[in-house]
């Protein structure tokens, strides 16, 4: 018997058609007043692929990947799929999980880094589908703590930033020659700040994203210069976002003259989802083209083999109770606190250990 009885795989969610694109945006935006016209702007991206988002796919696929590898360790731990914003949501996943008697859950969020974004949105709806259910006295959720350095997460980007390379060699553009963009989703700066004002300017969230960036520049391609740059920017444009903005950066970086290659390196999502394909690989890639820079876009860490038994180790971490000083990391950051436990009260869950 462990502490836990299933693994809660908490996704975003997306739209898998195009009648869904609109009330999928609706439910992101939620209580903000937002009018369809505006929505329908942002659906353009969606449009533009079938009205189908990859993500709840390669969330099926993650889902997948983890029950394989939990298998092949012998570890009996069901995994239930939930999303913030489309089917199925977490109120679906916690009440099946629950009739199934299930009711102590280890929450794994598809994002690496601390931000209201990954941390608070994600545990005000789980609150919230407790709530809904009817579960909160009676289903207890722990999260796995953010995982941007932990060794696989770190792994498949490293991997990913070396193939580029050298595919980038193999047309002729030394290492030193080549430029490392990291990019990850921009926030407000007051919600960056937010995440942990002790970690100095833009707060945990831009430390943990620029300590990961250099250990996986160090050993992905140690001679290349790398710069960390944001993307899909939303909002009122008069609100302060994190900059520089990965096609600004681009611009400058073409106007310099100082690279010939350009590797765009993900880190910031777990999947090659909408903003990955859109922002990058549609917009970036493209403006890297004006810039004659060539280029390459790493992948995501996806279901990579490293990726997936890096999960799990998170999990058995938690199963095992693992001390703080013995659980991995490649930061000076981590390992990161895990975080306070939601639903039913602690003394129910540790009792029945
Ligand atoms: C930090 C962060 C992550 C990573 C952490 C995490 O994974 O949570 C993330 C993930 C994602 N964001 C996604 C989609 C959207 N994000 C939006 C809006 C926003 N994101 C923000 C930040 C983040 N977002 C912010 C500060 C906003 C504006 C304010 C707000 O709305 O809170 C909007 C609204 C329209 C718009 O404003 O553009 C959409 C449609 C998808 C799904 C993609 C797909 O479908 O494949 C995913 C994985
Ligand atoms: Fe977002």
Avoid: C
Avoid at 188 to 210: I, K
Avoid at 238 to 261: F, Q, S, V, Y
């Amino acid at each position: 018997m462990t502490r836990y009885d299933a693994i809660l795989l908490a996704g975003f969610g997306g739209p898998e058609g195009q009648d869904d694109v609109i009330p999928f945006l609706r439910n992101v935006t939620r209580g903000r007043g937002i009018p369809d016209e505006r929505l329908e702007e942002v659906a353009h991206h969606y449009r533009h692929f079938g009205g189908v988002s990859p993500i709840n796919e390669q969330n099926r696929e993650l889902k997948a990947a983890l029950e394989a590898e939990l298998a092949a360790r012998g570890i009996d731990l069901p995994v239930y799929w939930g999303n913030r914003f489309w089917d199925p949501y977490f109120g679906e996943a916690i009440t099946a999980a629950h009739d199934a008697g299930h009711d102590r859950l280890l929450a794994l969020v598809t994002s690496a880094y601390t931000s209201w974004s990954g941390v608070e949105a994600y545990r005000d709806d789980l609150v919230r589908a407790l709530d809904e259910t009817g579960l909160t006295d009676v289903v207890a959720i722990d999260r796995i703590r953010e995982f941007f350095d932990h060794p696989g997460f770190i792994a498949p980007l490293v991997e990913g930033v070396r193939t580029a390379v050298a595919e980038l060699a193999a047309e002729g553009i030394a290492a030193e020659d080549v430029h490392l963009m990291f990019a990850t989703h921009s926030v407000p700066n007051t919600m960056a700040e937010a995440s942990g004002p002790q970690f100095g300017e833009g707060g945990a969230y831009v430390a943990q994203h620029l300590a990961g960036a250099e250990v996986i520049a160090a050993e992905a391609a140690p001679t290349s210069p790398w710069s960390l740059v944001y993307q899909s920017r939303s909002g009122d444009p008069r609100t302060p976002w994190l900059e520089p903005d990965i096609n600004d950066a681009i611009a400058e970086l073409g106007a310099a003259g100082t690279a010939k290659g350009l590797v765009i390196v993900p880190f910031g999502f777990v999947s090659d989802h909408m903003e990955v394909m859109w922002d990058l690989d549609e917009e970036a890639v493209e403006t890297a083209g004006e810039h004659g820079l060539a280029v390459r876009r790493a992948p995501t860490p996806g279901i990579h083999p490293a990726f997936v038994a890096g999960l799990v180790d998170l999990v058995l971490e938690r199963v095992e109770d693992v001390p703080v000083a013995e659980r991995p990391h490649l930061t000076a950051l981590g390992p990161w606190p895990d975080h306070d436990r939601i639903g039913a009260a602690d003394a129910s869950v540790e009792a029945s250990r």
